[in-house]
Structures are given as C-alpha cells and as structure tokens.
C-alpha cells in the first residue's frame, strides 16, 4: 500500500498477549490496542521468560504511542488496553469501546477503573462526580447480525446448538436489564485530551476514515467473556482491518463483513485451540476455517493476512488449522503470523523446536 503504511508493534508470536498494531496514514497515526499481558501458565517457557517478554512488549507499546496521535481500545482486557499509564495516553484523542451496553460486569469494572485514573490525571477530578442517570430505556435484540449464523446447518449439532442459543438469548436480555440500570459514563473532553465511544461511528481525519464496527461477540454467539469492535482504517483507496478478539473469526455473519469490506491488509486474531476442548470445541474450530478461507477466497482485494493472536500461544496451532494455510498457498496469498511477517519464528515454535532438539 502507498498511502496505509503499518507497524506490527507486539503480538503474541513476540512472546506476550498482545494485537497492537500501529497505522499511519499521510493525515494521522493510530495506535490500536495498546495493552499486554503475559502468557498462560500451559505456555512452554519460563515465568522468568515470560515476565521479560511482557516487559518488552510494555516498553515497545509505549515507545509506538509517542509517535501515535490516535489511540484505540477495542475493550477492556488487559492485553488490549493499559491501566493506566499517563505517558501513553497523554494529548491523545482515544476511540475506546462503549462502557454502557454490550459489556459483561468485570469489563465494565475495569472500564470504570481505567476512566476514573484518565479523569484524575487530566480533568482533575472523578469518574462517580461525572456519571449521569440513565433517560430513557434501550431495548436490544439479541439475534442482530446472526442471520448467518441461525442459518448454517450444524447437523447433529443442531438440537444442542438451538439449546445454546436459547440460553444464550436469556443470558443476554438479563444483560440489558443491568445495562438499563446503570448510570451513564459520558464522553470526555480535556484541552489536549479527548475521549469518545467507537462502537457503531466514523471519524475522518483529512482523507483518512477511522470507522468501527457495532459491537461484535468476543468469539461465539453470547459469549460471556463479552463484545469487542473492530476497526477499519481507509485512505486513498487502500484499506486495513485490525479484528481485535473475533476468535477465528467463528461467527459466520462476522466472516461475511469482512468479506464486503474488502481490505488490502487484514489484521486476524485466530481461534484459541490451546482451549479446545476446555472452552473452544471442534465444532466451532471447523466454523473458523471454514470463514477464513471464505474471507481469503471472496476478498478480491485481500493479499496479507496477519494471522496472529490467540493462535501462536499454542505449539500445535498450524497442524489445528493447516487447512487454511494450504488454501491460502493455492490462492496465492499470504497467511503468516506477525512474527513470520518480520522475518522470524513464532515464539512458540522457537521453544518447541529448542526442546525437540534438547530431547533427540
């Protein structure tokens, strides 16, 4: 691309959780999802191993925001969003994801808890002095944008899986009802700071369009972990997609828009197959591949995918999702990690090949 130019800032194939990505365009840098946390214990290495990539992560994060004058949190896990340090988010506009609906109870604490540090340090004040009490009632639908997904056939899955969505559909309205009762988190704006809602709105800065998504489900329909929105980035023709946490993508109705979308450059996190069969299954993992080689076979425009997060904290992720690597070779384009991007292995290879040569 000549107008869209990108840094792969931390990842989880450098060693730490992480998806920030830094775009620049002739009229703005953005920062997208400044935020790392460190490996799982099931990770093949050393805690001190894992702290020293955390801490490399932090640090390279940190440097990516001072060139950075847009910032982006996706929402509120920590390997996605720091709380708090001032010099990241200091004389930056952030595009942060809603507070006040489709958010699950601990990602609306954090939310609370990050907003309440960025009031102290640049309004000089609290976030409990700022709430507002809540107007009018919102409903919700809890199918919207799941055409797609009611649709597929899952064969003698099917019983169980209109199960599942039935519990979900509950699960979700309770949901509403707490977003009902909740005092209002406003937006904020500072003399060098400002703060607005992503979820759902566009931003232009010159040529450049920064626009996001409504909020999607953190991986499956209802899941409890909670939604995310991703982002999409346009200048002079060229386009670049940052997912966040799609998980695969799993939910075919997600797979579709970024088929109509189109980018140049797609910015994936995959499935998280060190879970199956815990809290990721087969069924789902099927779903996923299935959609990324719909998205890599449609998406005429499409040449790179940086097919990382979630993914590389497992050593056997290519051999879970082989298929969409051999399908990308026959299309003639790109599937790699972040790491493989810049030239290197995944960490995760790397440790897994030390101990295979150390056994043999």
Not at 4 to 22: M, P, Q, R
Not at 226 to 242: A, F
Request: charged letters at 30%; proline letters at 4%; aromatic letters at 12%.
């Amino acid at each position: 691309m000549n107008k869209i130019s990108f840094k792969l800032v931390w990842f989880d194939s450098f060693g730490a959780k992480s998806t920030c990505l830094l775009v620049e365009t002739p009229d703005v840098k953005v920062l997208i999802d400044p935020g790392v946390a460190i490996m799982q214990p099931s990770f093949p290495a050393a805690l001190e191993d894992k702290l020293k990539w955390k801490e490399e992560g932090r640090k390279a994060i940190k440097k990516a925001s001072e060139n950075s004058e847009v910032i982006v949190i996706s929402h509120y896990h920590y390997d996605h969003f720091t709380d708090f340090d001032r010099k990241i988010y200091e004389e930056k506009t952030l595009f942060v994801k809603n507070p006040n609906e489709y958010i699950n109870d601990s990602q609306r604490r954090r939310a609370e808890k990050f907003l309440d540090n960025y009031l102290k340090a640049y309004g000089k004040t609290s976030l409990a002095s700022q709430l507002k009490k809540r107007v009018k009632r919102r409903d919700y639908d809890p199918f919207e944008n799941l055409s797609a997904a009611l649709e597929r056939d899952y064969g003698d899955y099917s019983e169980r899986k209109k199960e599942l969505m039935e519990e979900g559909k509950k699960w979700f309205l309770r949901r509403v009802e707490r977003w009902n009762k909740w005092k209002i988190i406003p937006e904020f704006r500072f003399k060098n700071e400002k703060l607005f809602f992503a979820d759902g709105r566009e931003f232009r800065f010159g040529e450049t369009r920064i626009r996001f998504t409504r909020p999607f489900f953190h991986g499956i329909e209802f899941s409890r972990v909670g939604w995310v929105v991703s982002t999409v980035i346009t200048c002079g023709g060229e386009k670049i997609i940052h997912s966040s946490d799609l998980q695969g993508p799993v939910i075919e109705d997600q797979a579709n828009w970024i088929i109509s979308e189109n980018p140049d450059v797609l910015v994936l996190d995959g499935p998280s197959t060190y879970l199956i069969p815990y809290m990721f299954n087969l069924i789902n993992l099927r779903r996923t591949v299935e959609n990324v080689c719909r998205i890599i076979s449609s998406a005429s425009n499409l040449q790179l995918v940086i097919y990382d997060h979630h993914l590389p904290r497992d050593p056997n992720y290519r051999e879970w999702v082989g298929e969409i690597y051999s399908f990308a070779s026959e299309k003639e384009k790109k599937v790699l990690t972040a790491a493989e991007y810049l030239g290197r292995k995944p960490t995760v290879l790397q440790l897994t090949q030390k101990k295979g040569s150390r056994g043999s």
